[in-house]
């Protein structure tokens, strides 16, 4: 009894490199958050900026998980210096959910590029899971919009603002855990 096997079936090799497309839209979610930030805090663009570097890099340049999230740390760092330049919690709350799908998304390429090889089509399943972090982001802005908005006379600040979103981030990443 033998057992052969067929050679021409054309192994994949597993490189473990993120997700590309999963990478491609954490770096324009990142991208999003510095120019919307810059925008209305020219201050905070230079913060921002940096941080977006340090996602792309991580992302397309040393495929490193640690980079990636660093810069997404510091492009919410501009974020949060946007807070303090600017008074409009509306676009700091937009640039902090950007910045929480970049960093989710981010994630995710490395999640996927670890179980699966770069020539695998990953793009339906990821596009699923954009979209649910979209989702996700954007009911958690809407609640801190409206717990910002209801005791108007509480005096809540944007930094607070920012901080209840910093938690959904939390949340969300406890919950991939």
């Known amino acids: 009894m033998s057992f052969e096997t067929d050679t021409d ?8 490199a993120p997700a590309r497309f999963s990478s491609i839209l954490s770096v324009a979610a990142a ?9 209305f805090a020219p201050l905070s663009a230079p913060i921002g900026l940096f941080g977006l570097a340090g996602v792309a890099a991580g992302l ?12 997404t740390a510091i492009v919410f760092v501009g974020v949060v210096a946007c807070g303090f330049f600017s008074s409009v919690p509306e676009i700091m709350l937009f640039a902090s959910l950007a910045t929480i799908v970049s960093f989710d998304l981010g994630s995710n390429a490395f999640s996927v590029g670890r179980q699966l090889s770069e020539q695998t089509d990953t793009q339906r399943g990821e596009s699923v899971h954009a979209a649910a972090t ?3 982001g954007v009911v958690a802005a809407g609640i801190s919009y409206g717990i910002y908005l209801v005791p108007a006379g ?7 603002l920012a901080l209840l979103l910093l938690a959904a981030l939390f949340l969300i990443w406890s919950i991939r855990q």
Do not use: D, N, Q
């Not at 991208?31 to 925008?39: H, K, M, R």
């Not at 509480?154 to 607070?160: D, E, Q, S």
């Open 9 to 16: 079936t054309g192994a994949v090799e597993v490189t473990h």
């Open 134 to 136: 979209v989702f996700v």
């Open 60 to 71: 397309f340049v040393f495929e490193s998980e640690r980079l990636t999230i660093a810069g």
């Open 31 to 39: 991208l999003l958050a510095v120019v919307v930030t810059g925008l």
């Open 154 to 160: 509480a005096g809540l600040t944007i930094p607070a």
